[in-house]
């Protein structure tokens, strides 16, 4: 992610009406370079040593204001610790079963499933999420080492 999403992001705070703060900064900062769907807390212990002041409960109010002007999405997995993605556009996840490492990849053919299902069911459809859940490259060389 380069730096026109950053002032983008910002573009948008300020417009919404939202103050940008060091720590808002440096957390939408880290959202944008992070490929890895961090958790609030891991966000926190990445930022603690630039803001020692800083507590969780920054992170975890940050966030959710991002995520209301529509900045990040907030990904929930059953009882797991919420992720956040700053890539907001449609996209799907795969997900280690081992490890819990969250890849993005995009597949166009899936858009259509929206209007098949509200064809089907008579649902104003408003969005959708596919997840596929497997064994990522690096955990599969573990894996299969150990046998």
Same mark, same amino acid.
């Given at each position: 992610m380069s730096a026109t999403h950053l002032?983008?992001?910002?573009d948008t705070l300020k417009t919404t009406g939202v103050r940008i703060t060091p720590q808002r900064h440096a957390i939408?900062?880290?959202l944008i370079q992070s490929m890895a769907h961090p958790t609030?807390?891991? $966000?926190y212990k990445a930022l603690e040593g630039? %803001?020692?002041?800083m507590s969780v409960a920054t992170v975890y109010n940050n966030l959710r204001v991002f995520r209301e002007?529509?900045?990040?999405?907030?990904? /929930?997995?059953g009882d797991?610790?919420?992720? %956040?993605? %700053?890539? /907001?556009?449609?996209?799907?996840?795969m997900i280690?079963?081992?490890?819990?490492? $969250?890849?993005? +990849?995009?597949?166009?053919?899936?858009?259509?499933i929206e209007h098949f299902?509200?064809?089907? /069911?008579? +649902?104003?459809?408003?969005?959708?999420?596919?997840?596929i859940y497997g064994t990522c490259p690096s955990c599969k060389g573990v894996s299969a080492k150990v046998q």
């Open positions: 002032q983008d992001a910002l939408l900062e880290y609030a807390d891991e $966000i630039r %803001f020692p002041n002007v529509g900045l990040v999405k907030e990904l /929930t997995y797991a610790s919420s992720r %956040f993605d %700053f890539v /907001t556009n449609d996209h799907y996840h280690c079963e081992c490890c819990g490492k $969250i890849v993005d +990849f995009h597949y166009p053919g899936l858009d259509e299902a509200s064809q089907v /069911t008579g +649902f104003d459809v408003h969005s959708h999420r596919l997840e």
